[in-house]
């Protein structure tokens, strides 16, 4: 690879202008927003790849992909351009990006009506481009201070500099949770926050394999810098400069199109383990679930079935049902929907060589294939076998896809989609896919394709249910997955520290756009659970968006609900306040989905003046007004939470106590705690008691206020039938203002819908004894209101 140095103006754009490069190259420089400036580099004058399927500010792609060249959906705002003494600067209202020669890119943001500098290139070299291949290297200046967070699902600390990462899905299984890399996912896209300049944000749009390196590569050549690092594809990356990184995380999910609005019923519990499918009386064992959770009187609104009812011997074969395990296919999913359980069934993209219908979908060229002999399918390892996989930027594949998808499972009654082994471990970089049309080499878009298998997966669901909204989980992806599933941690290993680390992996994800995201309760692989680890992961599982007890036990155990009698009634508890707290949890996926606000929260997103919430923690927030602090460490009888430094201090939920901002405090903790603060000045909506996450099942209404010692706060309740694409809604927005001598709640409703029950009890902390006004009436806590 070359050093870039020397550059011309050729052109200049209403948006921003371009450059040659070394006499052969160009570099297009655009402003797309006021805060959001895209630099691409196209070798000798033309895409490596033209195509785009992760830049979605429409919220949705073509299937064949977005051209790179296609700015709709952007407000690509005039800038100033100024061309002095060899350096070109172009500005927005909010940015200005200077390109110095030699080549080098610096960026700086208005701040209190001064430019202040926040990041710039490397100066000894910016730019790294392969002579005879494409690959490239981007360079920039590190600085003392700087914090660097995102790329999505890693494992270790949440603050990611110092390190080195890699982008290249795998399967990852029994990962270790505070070291492995890589992981499933690939999200090119990080975040840093600087001492004095605010925060900024940098998105590679490239799925080939790629590194970075935030500081654990020194060179005595140059001054510190960090890279990224990339064996193919196109450098064309987007900075953004917010004053706070929140601003930064709504603006990639904006950027890369949205999260996706699955049923209200997603968020219950969903059970699921590979025992039951692997078992050869599979039908029988599905259905004791059905008879279990009965028995124990626990709720649960979905199953999710493992790849075992497709097994012919060992081995796993994807549309195909083993007859003798599940004899009577359309028998038990009606014994599931007769109990109110939704079936979620696993889907694998890649045909083993003696799957029955491998020949007809070789013949039919369905697959990704060989890049030495194109007229066969390309060969890899899959569950210890071989096969090939499917290409999804074949129509023909996809239709075929859909195809099975609704005979096989839909027909059946299994209505949702658990699309998984979908890294493509394709090794053969040049292995030859369709490109709907225009071939192209699988390295440059390997995690594309589960976004493409997952897409597949929702239209057939659509079609087969119109007007019902879908549901689907994806274990692999890039960014634009979260348009279309809900995805988790993938294969995590049964021990404590994972609990720690899976924490930090899903603050990870929520911080890069992935807001509906979870991880295997109880751990996947390896040891089953000991009870206190077992109820201690429960209690963690219940505040994430996605809540599944999944497992296969090296032993061959079940991680249930039941599976310790001793502590059944912790895990009962902990299913309680999770069912109780679907009001909130429901309002706070809709705020995902419509404002682009995360549900998963590290204190600093918040709290981004409190030098405390900045340390690596294990409390987080849900949304924006749930701190969770679980206990996490074997053995412990003390929980320690040094509580944020906010406005208005916190109250205990549990006890009803209020601690003022910064407080440090002392739990006594027992195997039943689950430590928990709401901020002050909230209003928390919450059920009465539901046995299942459908609107109906509630059998009240609660809102809890927690008010502050003095000012004004609120809270949302969002509400719909839970199902529907374009539900008539009822939104709720409260406001709770307090003084030294009352307390008082106001709301007005948004939305043409009514809320679901017409009444809600009102409840105050124990600790408040200040008098309760409701719009201008004085009541008491626990009093009915009318909605």
Same mark, same amino acid.
């Given at each position: 690879?070359?050093?870039?140095?020397?550059?011309?103006?050729?052109?200049?754009?209403?948006?921003?202008?371009?450059?040659?490069?070394?006499?052969?190259?160009?570099?297009?420089?655009?402003?797309?927003?006021?805060?959001?400036?895209?630099?691409?580099?196209?070798?000798?004058?033309?895409?490596?790849?033209?195509?785009?399927?992760?830049?979605?500010?429409?919220?949705?792609?073509?299937?064949?992909?977005?051209?790179?060249?296609?700015?709709?959906?952007?407000?690509?705002?005039?800038?100033?351009?100024?061309?002095?003494?060899?350096?070109?600067?172009?500005?927005?209202?909010?940015?200005?990006?200077?390109?110095?020669?030699?080549?080098?890119?610096?960026?700086?943001?208005?701040?209190?009506?001064?430019?202040?500098?926040?990041?710039?290139?490397?100066?000894?070299?910016?730019?790294?481009?392969?002579?005879?291949?494409?690959?490239?290297?981007?360079?920039?200046?590190?600085?003392?201070?700087?914090?660097?967070?995102?790329?999505?699902?890693?494992?270790?600390?949440?603050?990611?500099?110092?390190?080195?990462?890699?982008?290249?899905?795998?399967?990852?299984?029994?990962?270790?949770?505070?070291?492995?890399?890589?992981?499933?996912?690939?999200?090119?896209?990080?975040?840093?926050?600087?001492?004095?300049?605010?925060?900024?944000?940098?998105?590679?749009?490239?799925?080939?394999?790629?590194?970075?390196?935030?500081?654990?590569?020194?060179?005595?050549?140059?001054?510190?810098?960090?890279?990224?690092?990339?064996?193919?594809?196109?450098?064309?990356?987007?900075?953004?400069?917010?004053?706070?990184?929140?601003?930064?995380?709504?603006?990639?999910?904006?950027?890369?199109?949205?999260?996706?609005?699955?049923?209200?019923?997603?968020?219950?519990?969903?059970?699921?383990?590979?025992?039951?499918?692997?078992?050869?009386?599979?039908?029988?064992?599905?259905?004791?679930?059905?008879?279990?959770?009965?028995?124990?009187?626990?709720?649960?609104?979905?199953?999710?079935?493992?790849?075992?009812?497709?097994?012919?011997?060992?081995?796993?074969?994807?549309?195909?049902?083993?007859?003798?395990?599940?004899?009577?296919?359309?028998?038990?999913? $009606?014994?599931?929907?007769?109990?109110?359980?939704? #079936? @979620?069934?696993?889907?694998?993209?890649?045909? %083993? /060589?003696? =799957?029955? *219908?491998?020949?007809?979908?070789?013949?039919?060229?369905?697959?990704?294939?060989?890049?030495?002999?194109?007229?066969?399918?390309?060969?890899?390892?899959?569950?210890?076998?071989?096969?090939?996989?499917?290409?999804?930027?074949?129509?023909?594949?996809?239709?075929?896809?859909?195809?099975?998808?609704?005979?096989?499972?839909?027909?059946?009654?299994?209505?949702?989609?658990?699309?998984?082994?979908?890294?493509?471990?394709?090794?053969?970089?040049?292995?030859?896919?369709?490109?709907?049309?225009?071939?192209?080499?699988?390295?440059?878009?390997?995690?594309?394709?589960?976004?493409?298998?997952?897409?597949?997966?929702?239209?057939?669901?659509? $079609?087969?249910?119109?007007?019902?909204?879908?549901? #689907? @989980?994806?274990?692999?992806?890039?960014?634009? %997955? /979260?348009? =279309?599933? *809900?995805?988790?941690?993938?294969?995590?290993?049964?021990?404590?520290?994972?609990?720690?680390?899976?924490?930090?992996?899903?603050?990870?994800?929520?911080?890069?756009?992935?807001?509906?995201?979870?991880?295997?309760?109880?751990?996947?692989?390896?040891?089953?659970?000991?009870?206190?680890?077992?109820?201690?992961?429960?209690?963690?599982?219940?505040?994430?968006?996605?809540?599944?007890?999944?497992?296969?036990?090296?032993?061959?155990?079940?991680?249930?609900?039941?599976?310790?009698?001793?502590?059944?009634?912790?895990?009962?508890?902990?299913?309680?306040?999770?069912?109780?707290?679907?009001?909130?949890?429901?309002?706070?996926?809709?705020? $995902?989905?419509?404002?682009?606000?995360?549900?998963?929260?590290?204190?600093?997103?918040?709290?981004?003046?409190?030098?405390?919430?900045?340390?690596?923690?294990?409390?987080?927030?849900?949304?924006?007004?749930?701190?969770?602090?679980?206990?996490?460490?074997?053995?412990?009888?003390?929980?320690?939470?040094?509580?944020?430094?906010?406005?208005?201090?916190?109250?205990?939920?549990?006890?009803?106590?209020?601690?003022?901002?910064?407080?440090?405090?002392?739990?006594?903790?027992?195997?039943?705690?689950?430590?928990?603060?709401?901020?002050?000045?909230?209003?928390?909506?919450?059920?009465?008691?539901?046995?299942?996450?459908?609107?109906?099942?509630?059998?009240?209404?609660?809102?809890?206020?927690?008010?502050?010692?003095?000012?004004?706060?609120?809270?949302?309740?969002?509400?719909?039938?839970?199902?529907?694409?374009?539900?008539?809604?009822?939104?709720?927005?409260?406001?709770?203002?307090?003084?030294?001598?009352?307390?008082?709640?106001?709301?007005?409703?948004?939305?043409?819908?009514?809320?679901?029950?017409?009444?809600?009890?009102?409840?105050?902390?124990?600790?408040?004894?200040?008098?309760?006004?409701?719009?201008?009436?004085?009541?008491?806590?626990?009093?009915?209101?009318?909605?």
């Amino acid at each position: 690879m070359k050093t870039l140095r020397h550059w011309t103006v050729t052109a200049r754009h209403a948006a921003g202008a371009d450059l040659l490069v070394e006499g052969r190259h160009i570099l297009r420089l655009r402003a797309l927003g006021e805060d959001l400036i895209r630099v691409s580099l196209l070798k000798d004058g033309v895409w490596r790849l033209d195509r785009t399927w992760t830049i979605a500010p429409g919220g949705e792609v073509p299937w064949e992909g977005r051209h790179r060249d296609d700015l709709s959906g952007f407000s690509c705002p005039p800038v100033t351009i100024r061309e002095e003494e060899g350096a070109l600067a172009l500005e927005t209202a909010t940015l200005r990006l200077t390109v110095a020669q030699p080549l080098h890119l610096a960026w700086a943001a208005r701040v209190d009506g001064a430019w202040v500098t926040f990041a710039e290139e490397r100066p000894t070299g910016g730019v790294l481009l392969g002579t005879d291949d494409h690959r490239h290297g981007h360079f920039l200046r590190r600085h003392p201070g700087e914090r660097v967070h995102g790329l999505g699902e890693k494992t270790g600390d949440l603050e990611r500099s110092g390190r080195r990462f890699e982008m290249r899905n795998l399967d990852a299984m029994g990962y270790d949770a505070e070291r492995t890399d890589p992981l499933y996912k690939h999200v090119p896209f990080t975040m840093t926050q600087t001492p004095a300049a605010g925060a900024w944000s940098i998105f590679y749009d490239n799925l080939a394999s790629c590194w970075f390196d935030l500081g654990n590569e020194l060179d005595n050549y140059h001054l510190p810098y960090r890279s990224f690092r990339a064996e193919d594809g196109d450098l064309d990356y987007c900075v953004r400069w917010a004053p706070r990184l929140l601003d930064l995380v709504k603006g990639q999910v904006r950027l890369t199109g949205g999260t996706a609005f699955p049923p209200r019923w997603t968020l219950g519990y969903s059970g699921s383990t590979m025992s039951y499918t692997d078992a050869p009386d599979a039908q029988a064992r599905l259905e004791s679930f059905l008879d279990r959770i009965a028995e124990h009187d626990i709720p649960c609104d979905s199953f999710q079935m493992s790849s075992g009812y497709t097994s012919i011997g060992a081995k796993r074969y994807v549309f195909n049902w083993n007859r003798e395990k599940v004899p009577d296919v359309d028998a038990m999913t $009606a014994r599931f929907r007769d109990a109110g359980i939704h #079936l @979620i069934a696993n889907i694998k993209p890649c045909l %083993l /060589q003696d =799957h029955p *219908q491998y020949g007809s979908a070789a013949e039919a060229g369905l697959f990704v294939r060989d890049s030495e002999a194109p007229e066969a399918p390309e060969r890899s390892s899959f569950w210890d076998d071989e096969g090939s996989h499917l290409d999804f930027t074949n129509p023909d594949a996809v239709a075929w896809w859909k195809d099975g998808v609704t005979r096989q499972l839909l027909a059946h009654g299994i209505g949702s989609t658990w699309n998984d082994n979908n890294e493509y471990e394709i090794w053969d970089r040049k292995a030859v896919c369709a490109g709907f049309g225009t071939p192209v080499e699988v390295g440059l878009l390997r995690p594309l394709m589960p976004i493409l298998m997952t897409r597949a997966s929702e239209e057939a669901q659509r $079609a087969h249910a119109p007007g019902q909204r879908p549901y #689907l @989980i994806s274990r692999s992806g890039a960014p634009g %997955l /979260q348009r =279309h599933a *809900q995805t988790w941690s993938g294969d995590n290993r049964t021990e404590w520290k994972t609990l720690r680390y899976n924490i930090r992996t899903g603050l990870g994800m929520s911080l890069s756009g992935f807001y509906n995201i979870g991880h295997d309760v109880g751990g996947f692989a390896g040891p089953r659970p000991e009870p206190e680890l077992f109820v201690r992961w429960v209690q963690n599982g219940i505040f994430h968006p996605r809540f599944t007890i999944h497992s296969w036990n090296d032993d061959g155990t079940v991680n249930e609900p039941w599976m310790y009698p001793e502590v059944l009634p912790q895990i009962r508890d902990a299913l309680a306040l999770r069912y109780r707290l679907l009001p909130y949890l429901y309002t706070c996926l809709r705020q $995902a989905v419509a404002e682009g606000e995360p549900m998963l929260r590290p204190l600093f997103l918040d709290h981004p003046d409190d030098p405390a919430a900045w340390e690596e923690r294990d409390e987080f927030l849900l949304g924006r007004d749930l701190l969770v602090a679980n206990v996490i460490d074997k053995g412990a009888t003390a929980r320690h939470v040094r509580l944020p430094r906010n406005a208005t201090g916190w109250w205990d939920f549990h006890t009803g106590t209020w601690h003022a901002p910064g407080s440090v405090v002392t739990l006594a903790v027992d195997l039943g705690s689950m430590p928990l603060f709401v901020r002050a000045g909230a209003v928390l909506p919450m059920s009465a008691g539901a046995l299942r996450a459908a609107p109906d099942a509630d059998q009240g209404r609660e809102l809890h206020l927690f008010p502050a010692p003095e000012g004004t706060g609120g809270g949302l309740l969002y509400e719909d039938d839970g199902v529907s694409v374009d539900p008539v809604y009822s939104l709720l927005d409260f406001t709770l203002a307090a003084d030294g001598e009352a307390v008082t709640l106001e709301w007005r409703q948004r939305g043409a819908g009514a809320p679901v029950l017409p009444t809600a009890r009102l409840v105050l902390p124990a600790g408040e004894r200040r008098s309760l006004r409701v719009r201008g009436t004085e009541v008491a806590s626990g009093a009915e209101v009318t909605l």
